[in-house]
């Protein structure tokens, strides 16, 4: 029973990280990665709204008529985003200036939607919370990564913190690094993997 | 699973979805819109507090009107006597507008400036917000020294590889020292 | 004067795919082929414009006046949510040779996060287009949106285009599929990058 809730907590990780093997969610991907804290917090706010729209989805799913569920689940996500926005503008305002636009279109991003259709609506509400926390901590852990490559590479830190004096190869930190590093991340992801399944 | 789809339900679950919704934003945003703007608050003082020498009291916020455009800014005093200005300008840098805070003494210098937004490209023209660019500003007397980059004959070292955020930095401080005077000129008008 | 810069930045300076990283899902799922690539920037056009048209109304003439701002979010994407399947059954009615054309991409339009982004945007950024920063007008919002998807489609064309070629090559198996395609995104960015500053 424990198993099966952890299991489904990992499987977000690797297994259906969202992604480098499902590839959603592609926008603040590559939008908010600029430093690895930049993408750290966008993937906490993404798990934020995940584990609770996801709760909220499970619990209302049997007594929303189907042909009227995905506006349904569209207004629930987006309480949940205007919620986050309010917290960050009260407690963490510079973060939240840093990822502007890219809070409230949480909305739209298709990890939320795509959890709530395939997993939130026909499990139980502690299943959905364990699955919004694995594929949430999948998404902050592949953002981070991101985030930390650019960073290294662009400006020579890490979290923050400079090595280098001067400047890194600022591409990375600019729009076409974003796709240039995601492309190399997602092909050493599917190396390292398809070894471990060998 | 799920209940059969009839326009009655359909309607009255959508209804109720957007009821509820709208119930628990407004209860959050009664609850967080006292943090939001304590938050907003400190960090415009903190603005503040960076750019004029030190100041007791609130800062007083007023608007000025100089050739047609609007310009915020704030009053500070210290002991009663005006310690200076703190004037929100804005210029059209490179990626877009970047707008600052500059603090004017009451005799007229600037004592600081600091970047309020700014999208300029990380690396080059971000760099306006690093103090080896925005240092060169504190207690630069626009009597003495033009606020415009060396390359258009005046005082200011530009950044490397950057001349427009440059210019537009060093244009937003001169706004700021022409809407101080404008400031002092309807003072002295008013007393 | 300032339309034709509003239109320039939206389009090359500041691209929507490119630059702002916005409608990354259809840039890299529906640009396999050319022609699919063209009905979505069609359809991507006509939603995002009329979308921002009806939300920056909304905005100023319900939202603000009743103080609820707070409700934006949620307001707006249910706009475009109502807008998409409305274009939807009239383009069905009045146009069917449109509707096949464009009719499968409609769904996808509500989450593609261009839409929503450019709704926001008109509303809640300042613009400076060499002069002071302002908010847009309800004339400058329409172009600028227009324009945006102008942008969107453009960078969608180009990169579909690339696409097919690259389809026609041997590319190293680890590549192939969504890697590749964005290693090609990336060079195509840079290409845009040159644009920077013009505006």
């Not at chain 1, 093997?21 to 798990?47: E, H, K, Q, R």
């Not at chain 1, 913190?161 to 599917?190: E, N, Q, R, T």
């Not at chain 2, 339900?9 to 006292?34: D, G, Q, R, W």
């Not at chain 3, 960078?155 to 599929?177: C, D, H, S, T, Y």
Request: glycine share 8%.
């Amino acid at each position: 029973m424990i198993m099966g809730k952890f299991q489904l907590i990992t499987k977000g990780l690797i297994k259906e990280n969202p992604t480098f093997v499902l590839l959603l969610g592609m926008c603040p991907t590559l939008a908010t990665t600029t430093s690895a804290i930049n993408g750290m917090s966008m993937g906490l706010a993404t798990l934020f709204v995940l584990v609770l729209s996801n709760m909220a989805i499970s619990a209302t799913a049997p007594y929303i008529p189907d042909k009227v569920r995905i506006p349904a689940y569209i207004v629930i996500i987006a309480a949940f985003v205007t919620i986050l926005q309010f917290i960050m503008q009260a407690f963490t305002p510079d973060i939240y200036k840093t990822l502007g636009l890219f809070i409230p279109l949480i909305v739209v991003n298709c990890i939320v939607l795509g959890r709530a259709e395939a997993f939130a609506n026909k499990n139980s509400v502690v299943d959905s919370a364990c699955d919004g926390l694995g594929i949430g901590l999948g998404f902050t852990i592949a953002l981070t990564i991101l985030g930390l490559v650019r960073e290294l590479l662009g400006s020579g830190s890490a979290f923050g913190h400079k090595f280098i004096s001067g400047d890194g190869i600022l591409v990375f930190v600019l729009a076409p690094g974003a796709f240039m590093a995601l492309a190399y991340l997602i092909v050493l992801f599917k190396k390292v993997t398809a070894k471990k399944g060998e | 699973m799920a209940v059969q789809s009839s326009f009655k339900n359909m309607t009255l679950c959508l209804f109720a979805v957007c009821i509820v919704s709208s119930a628990l934003l407004a209860a959050v945003y009664a609850v967080t819109k006292e943090p939001i703007e304590v938050a907003e608050h400190a960090k415009t003082i903190n603005a503040i507090a960076q750019v004029v020498p030190e100041f007791d009291g609130e800062p007083v916020s007023d608007t000025i009107e100089v050739a047609g455009k609007k310009y915020p800014y704030y009053a500070v005093s210290k002991a009663g006597q005006p310690a200076g200005y703190a004037v929100t300008v804005s210029a059209s840098g490179y990626g877009g507008a970047l707008t600052l805070m500059v603090g004017v003494t009451a005799d007229r210098v600037i004592y600081n400036t600091t970047v309020l937004s700014q999208s300029e490209t990380p690396g080059l023209g971000a760099k306006c917000t690093e103090p080896e660019f925005a240092d060169q500003f504190r207690n630069w007397n626009p009597a003495e020294k033009v606020l415009k980059v060396r390359k258009d004959g005046g005082d200011v070292d530009a950044i490397t590889a950057s001349t427009i955020t440059s210019r537009a930095y060093s244009l937003a401080v001169e706004t700021a020292v022409t809407v101080y005077d404008a400031i002092v000129a309807e003072n002295n008008k008013g007393e | 004067m300032e339309y034709i810069l509003i239109i320039i930045s939206a389009i090359f300076v500041n691209n929507i795919l490119l630059s702002q990283f916005m409608g990354i899902c259809p840039f890299l799922g529906v640009s396999n082929k050319l022609s699919t690539a063209v009905g979505m920037s069609g359809a991507v056009c006509f939603v995002i414009t009329l979308a921002t048209l009806v939300t920056y109304l909304f905005q100023y003439y319900v939202l603000v006046p009743l103080g609820i701002e707070f409700m934006q979010t949620i307001a707006f994407i249910l706009i475009i949510a109502a807008l998409v399947q409305m274009v939807e059954i009239v383009l069905k009615k009045v146009s069917p040779s449109l509707y096949q054309a464009l009719g499968i991409f409609l769904p996808l339009i509500t989450t593609n996060c261009a839409v929503l982004g450019v709704a926001l945007m008109v509303v809640t950024n300042e613009f400076s287009y060499g002069g002071e920063p302002h908010m847009l007008d309800l004339g400058e919002s329409v172009v600028f949106a227009f324009a945006t998807s102008l942008g969107f489609g453009l960078a969608m064309i180009l990169f579909a285009g690339l696409r097919e070629q690259i389809a026609l090559n041997k590319v190293p198996k680890a590549f192939r599929g969504i890697p590749i395609a964005l290693v090609t995104a990336s060079i195509l960015a840079m290409a845009f990058m040159g644009f920077s500053g013009l505006v």
